[in-house]
């Protein structure tokens, strides 16, 4: 691991986002707010973040010359994903201090690592086993048993990469050839699934926002409530848990620790880790209108040395919804933007992406409102109007 000092970076320092997407644009919006300047490095001049940034540098990812140019003009430096390579931050950390650190990007890259890792550190996770062929899967059966999800060690986001194990006559379908190492997970039947975003600063001092409830539609994040419907023990727990996470991975900046809560026939709960992201998340978004501090913020903070803002709740409920190309139509006219605004509470945030595709996440819709259920009932009415198109 690499050791981190705790360095401050007063606003009017260059923060430097690797990575041009959503993630790295609402970063910019909430850095430049607090008076930092942005420099993102990302392939396209047209990518959302660096639409808005102060300055832009265009390259591969793994160019070393342009990571160059662009590192030693950034005084800190931050991610928005996880797939960018580790050499690629490794590089950076030679220029200026870079968080998420390359091992934590490493590890998060490799979901056979990052289990070991939380397993090794006592964090529940499901059962889970390496396997390279059909010969390791059936071996796996015997200790994680069936129905199973069998995942690609490395990539795969959204659901991609996964196949559902029931039989090992399953296995006929596998194209093995798409990876050298594969990993065997429980099945978990679950009541809910949560996210914990926990922001951690490089002298270990950290802070977690609320617990939020997840609802997936196509493996795709499709609406986010909070609070999760779940015990005041269970949110507990999870917030622990998370807390542990970010300490065993040595993250500093934000760390997401999406989870599975299972719930017996008594009504007791227990959590279990299904995977982390070190950086913001698809589920933080609603944080923006509904915490005193958004995620975006706190990760400013996070990785300028700041103090971690409050994190509590402005409201009593919240929701988001996510906005995919779909609500386009085939014939690309735009979706009705007007008669989901007209929704009490409803904002609307989009991201500047010029092709809207089907499954391609466009932007998203929050709401705060007196409770969750007032909230996700108004996020699912405007999304519901946007993509209907109908005249009001």
Known sequence: MTKHFHRIFLPGSTIGMVGGGQLGRMFAIAATQMGYRVA????????????????????????MHAVDAFATYSDVITLEFENIPAPTIARCEQFAPTYPSAYVL????DRLREKQTLSEAGLPVAKFAHVTDKVTLAEA???????LILKTVRSGYDGKGQHRIESLDDVEAIDWSLCDDWVAEEFVPFACEVSVIVARRADGETKTFPLFENAHANHILDV???PARVSEETQRVALEIATRAAAALDVVGLLCVEMFVRRSSSGSETVLINEVAPRPH???????EACVTSQFEQHVRAVCGLPLGETKLI????AMAN????????????????????VEGVRLHLYGKENAKRGRKMGHITCAAKDRDEAESRVRMARERICSRAIE
């Open 315 to 318: 409201c009593g409920g919240a």
């Open 40 to 63: 993102v490095f990302c392939e396209h001049r047209t990518e959302p973040a660096a639409q808005i940034a102060h300055k832009c540098f265009v390259g591969k990812l793994d160019d």
């Open 106 to 109: 490493a590890t998060a890259q």
């Open 323 to 342: 906005i995919l190309g779909d609500c386009w139509g085939d014939d690309g006219e735009a979706p009705n933007w007007s008669a989901a605004l007209g």
């Open 282 to 288: 698809n589920s933080g978004h609603l944080s923006i």
């Open 141 to 147: 059966v015997l200790d994680v048993g069936l129905p």
């Open 224 to 226: 986010t409530t909070v």
